[in-house]
């Protein structure tokens, strides 16, 4: 599975981003799809997760009611819907599949990675 992540960019604080996600394999069986950010000097934290299948989706507390998670199984892509953007947001998003019986937050259980897309959130 490769990843090709997509859609950052400069927003304003309160404004939106979609980021997309594009599985060039199709994901089988128990994959979850999943974002996470990293921000200068810090560690790369996990943001949200999907299973590949649809269901049940989970939200890092500090992006619970502003982001969104969702796939399109059609087009092999997950996006991350991002509304009332933070400057706290800033970061670098990679979005990431893994396998497993059940959803994990910890990037080490991800086996596949994207490049990565800068968001700038500005005050």
């Known amino acids: 599975v490769q990843l090709q992540a997509s859609g950052g960019g400069l927003v304003q604080a309160g404004g939106s981003l979609r980021l997309s996600c594009a599985a060039s394999?199709?994901?089988?069986?128990?994959?979850?799809m999943g974002w996470f950010r990293q921000a200068p000097g810090r560690e790369r934290e996990f943001v949200a997760a999907?299973?590949?299948?649809?269901?049940?989706?989970y939200y890092a507390d500090s992006v619970k009611g502003r982001f969104t998670i969702s796939r399109d199984n059609a087009k092999n892509t997950v996006y991350l819907q991002m509304n009332s953007l933070k400057t706290e947001d800033t970061a670098v998003y990679y979005c990431?599949?893994?396998?497993?019986?059940?959803?994990?937050?910890?990037?080490?259980?991800?086996?596949?990675w994207g490049q990565g897309t800068l968001v700038i959130v500005s005050s």
């Open positions: 999907i299973w590949w299948t649809g269901g049940s989706t």
């Open positions: 990431a599949s893994g396998r497993g019986p059940v959803i994990t937050t910890l990037s080490v259980r991800y086996e596949y």
């Open positions: 394999g199709r994901p089988f069986g128990n994959y979850y």
